[in-house]
T-cell receptor, first 111, second 114 residues
Framework: GDSVTQMEGPVTLSEEAFLTINCTYT??????LFWYVQYPGEGLQLLLK?????DKGSNKGFEATYRKETTSFHLEKGSVQVSDSAVYFC??????????FGTGTRLQVTL | EADIYQTPRYLVIGTGKKITLECSQT?????MYWYQQDPGMELHLIHY???????EKGDLSSESTVSRIRTEHFPLTLESARPSHTSQYLC?????????????FGQGTRLTVV
């Protein structure tokens, strides 16, 4: 079945550091790919998405490129801020349009 | 701003009680979902619905039940709560469209069964 694998956390970075959170997927067909963010005590919010190969999703300085050849959708940000501290979930939709989530990666950004 | 609401936000209840977690959305979405979230963050799909009178079990077996009598409302019920049901429950909705359709999440209900 469909699955999403993302790097385990927690990831701890200093403010203004470069961020990469790895995500790979397995799916039949051509899934759409998403990054969601969950701030403490809140539900999930869509951060960005990409719907076909080579698409780049971007929002709030975060970017991720849909790489079909490596089945990856890594999240990147050039300069993180303390306010980016949250849990990040990679997700795909495939079979029956059900969202499949990765296990989540906690990011902690310190001053 | 997502228009999907969950109540209550927090609930502490004794073992054996019947509880209903409410989820409502005002976006007219056909698809709705319930996820259970571990303390370790992982999300597990426990129920979903494609529309009125449609309910399906998710990937994780759950003793809870759901109903979908109205498009905007997707309550989750536990007939007899147990400490093992202690968790965060997240409701979500999306349009019944292509697979690139995003899901919108409520703020969650944190349930503690004592």
């Amino acid at each position: 079945g469909d699955s999403v694998t993302q790097m385990e956390g927690p990831v701890t970075l200093s403010e203004e550091a470069f961020l990469t959170i790895n995500c790979t997927y397995t799916a039949t067909g051509y899934p759409s790919l998403f990054w969601y963010v969950q701030y403490p005590g809140e539900g999930l919010q869509l951060l960005l998405k990409a719907t076909k190969a080579d698409d780049k999703g971007s929002n709030k300085g975060f970017e991720a490129t849909y790489r079909k050849e490596t089945t990856s959708f890594h999240l990147e940000k050039g300069s993180v801020q303390v306010s980016d501290s949250a849990v990040y979930f990679c997700a795909s939709t495939g079979t029956a349009s059900k969202l499949t989530f990765g296990t989540g990666t906690r990011l902690q950004v310190t001053l | 701003e997502a228009d999907i609401y969950q109540t209550p936000r927090y609930l502490v209840i004794g073992t054996g009680k019947k509880i209903t977690l409410e989820c409502s959305q005002t976006m007219g979405h056909d698809k709705m979902y319930w996820y259970q979230q571990d303390p370790g963050m992982e999300l597990h799909l426990i129920h979903y619905s494609y529309g009125v009178n449609s309910t399906e079990k998710g990937d994780l077996s759950s003793e809870s039940t759901v109903s979908r009598i109205r498009t905007e409302h997707f309550p989750l019920t536990l007939e007899s709560a147990r400490p093992s049901h202690t968790s965060q429950y997240l409701c979500a909705s999306s349009e019944l469209g292509p697979q690139n359709t995003e899901a919108f999440f409520g703020q969650g209900t944190r349930l503690t069964v004592v």
